[in-house]
Structure formats: structure tokens, C-alpha cells
């Protein structure tokens, strides 16, 4: 089955800029989500279709591709952003989401 | 605004049935434009997509080829929700469940709903 290969863990500074990677075989072709996680809540989207953004979600969060890998860049980060961030794909061999390993985003 | 409220038991007996229910609200499980979906997350398996229901015309159901044996996901019109059941529970399928909406726009789709968990612990 398809694989999204994920940092597990990224450290930054407030204020500075965090970027997070998903990598996978031919991401290029494939719609990107992004959804965060804090301790003891369910998963919130910040980013779907690669780079928009849901109502609600502040502009500090993008999303971008570039070949195999797609980032989701935290700018300007807060102590409130401290989480756990999914990359999500549809994987259409099996018909089903995929979900890859979480990157646990720490705020120094 | 959506919300999916989650009930059911949080301890279940190995080889037992574990049974969740995901009650809709500012949404139809009708609808022909969602997917209603359940998913489960723990520290060896991850995120684990599960199994979904959806109404194009007629219901159909689609589910992971790990449970497939054991998983049944039902909609319940009249109460506006929908139900996991996975059989033959063992210790491995403890974790917490979540269900969530997958809206479909414009060719596109996302998870854009989810429930608040439930976290399940499968012991005697």
C-alpha cells in the first residue's frame, strides 16, 4: 500500500519558521492534506488540496509540493502551535486514505 | 456548523464485539456529496483509515483490508448516524476510534469534521 514518510519530530524557535515534509512515490499526482493534532483532541485540518487553506486557519500555515515531497511551512511560529502534524493522501490503488507517520512539531 | 458525537463503551472483552456510534449533526448521512468514515490512531499502527459508508442513489460501504473480516459500518437513517462494529476483538485493537466526514467539492475531497475520540481498551 502507498507510503507518506514523515520527520518524526521538528524543532523551532517562536517566531522563526518551521517547515514539514511528507514524502512519497509520486506525491506530484496526488492531493496533499495536512491536519494538526494536539494531546488528548482530535485532528484538525490546516491545509487540504496541497496549499488551501479551511475558514478558520490562520495565513502562517501553507502548503506546497515540489516533486516527491510536500511541505507544510509554519510561519512565524507560536507556542501554540506545538503538535502533531498528519500528511494525508487519497491512495487510489486501494480506494482509502493514507495517512503517514505524524511529525511532532516541539516550540523551543 | 458540523458535528459528529461519538458514544459507546470505552472497555471491551478480547473476542467480543466493540461497538461505536457517530451521531451527525449539521449534515445529513445522506448526503451525496460526504463520506462517513471511521478511523482509528495508536502509537504501532498510526493514523489507520478503517472503513467508510456513503448514499450515491444506494449505500455503499468500503472497508480496509485489515479488518475486513471483522468490520461492519452501518448507517441509521432515522437517528441521523452511523455505527462501527468490529469483531473478535483482541489487545492489538485497542486505540482510539474516531469518526470523521470526508466532504467531497468540486473533484476534490478532505476530512473536514471529526469526532472527539473514543478510546477503546480491549482487556479482560
Known amino acids: 500500500s502507498y507510503v507518506l514518510t514523515q520527520p518524526p519530530s521538528v524543532s523551532v524557535a517562536p517566531g522563526q519558521t518551521a517547515r514539514i515534509t511528507c514524502g512519497g512515490n509520486?506525491?506530484?499526482?496526488?492531493?496533499v492534506h495536512w491536519h494538526q493534532q494536539k494531546p488528548g483532541q482530535a485532528p484538525v485540518l490546516v491545509v487540504y488540496d496541497d496549499s488551501d487553506r479551511p475558514s478558520g486557519i490562520p495565513e502562517r500555515f501553507s502548503g506546497s509540493k515540489s516533486g516527491n515531497t510536500a511541505t507544510l511551512t509554519i510561519s512565524r511560529v507560536e507556542a501554540g502551535d506545538e503538535a502533531d502534524y498528519y500528511c494525508?493522501?487519497?491512495?487510489?490503488?486501494?480506494?482509502?486514505?493514507?495517512f503517514g507517520g505524524g511529525t511532532k512539531l516541539t516550540v523551543l | 456548523q458540523v458535528q459528529l458525537q461519538q458514544s459507546g463503551p470505552g472497555l471491551v472483552k478480547p473476542s467480543q464485539t466493540l461497538s461505536l456510534t457517530c451521531a451527525i449533526s449539521g449534515d445529513s448521512v445522506s448526503s451525496n456529496s460526504t463520506t462517513w468514515n471511521w478511523i482509528r490512531q495508536s502509537p504501532s499502527r498510526g493514523l489507520e483509515w478503517l472503513g467508510r459508508?456513503?448514499?450515491?442513489?444506494?449505500?455503499?460501504?468500503h472497508y480496509a483490508e485489515s479488518v475486513k473480516s471483522r468490520i461492519t459500518v452501518n448507517p441509521d437513517t432515522s437517528k441521523n448516524q452511523f455505527s462501527l462494529q468490529l469483531n473478535s476483538v483482541t489487545p492489538e485493537d485497542t486505540a482510539v476510534y474516531y469518526c470523521a466526514r470526508w466532504r467531497t467539492l468540486g473533484g476534490s475531497g478532505r476530512f473536514d469534521y471529526w469526532g472527539q475520540g473514543t478510546l477503546v481498551t480491549v482487556s479482560s
Open positions: 494525508q493522501v487519497w491512495d487510489s490503488s486501494s480506494d482509502h486514505p493514507v
Open positions: 459508508t456513503c448514499y450515491r442513489s444506494k449505500w455503499y460501504n
Open positions: 509520486n506525491i506530484g499526482s496526488k492531493s
